[in-house]
């Protein structure tokens, strides 16, 4: 079983920055798309960002683009998300998934960390 493990969440205000990271084991990291979801209470899980193996590609949902980055460190086989002022509606369980192809949908990632807590104060 592949683990991913997230963290970087918590307490963040409204306009501040978080950053989350995700680890991965090495193979599985370096050969996989990867992506970031969100799951709210009560909504499904959304997709936030993805990147491609390389790091040279990236998408965004709408709602976080020119606010939050994705990237990935392929020597540390980590996962990044750079979130840049975070919003009330940003606050979210985030998730980490690896995938073996270029997607936004969540069915079509194989592998998914634990998530991490996202908490934005106003």
């Known amino acids: 079983q592949v683990q991913l493990v997230e963290s970087g969440g918590g307490l963040v205000q409204a306009g501040n920055s978080l950053r989350l990271s995700c680890a991965a084991p090495?193979?599985?990291?370096?050969?996989?798309?990867m992506g970031w979801f969100r799951q709210a209470p009560g909504e499904g899980r959304g997709f936030v960002a993805a990147i491609t193996q390389s790091g040279g590609t990236t998408m965004y949902t709408d709602s976080v683009k020119g606010r939050f980055t994705i990237s990935r460190d392929n020597a540390k086989n980590t996962l990044y998300l750079q979130m840049n002022s975070p919003k009330a509606e940003d606050a979210a369980v985030y998730y980490c998934?690896?995938?073996?192809?270029?997607?936004?949908?969540?069915?079509?990632?194989?592998?998914w960390g634990q998530g991490t807590q996202v908490t934005v104060s106003s």
């Open positions: 998934a690896a995938s073996r192809i270029w997607s936004r949908g969540s069915g079509n990632y194989d592998y």
């Open positions: 090495g193979r599985t990291f370096r050969s996989a798309v």
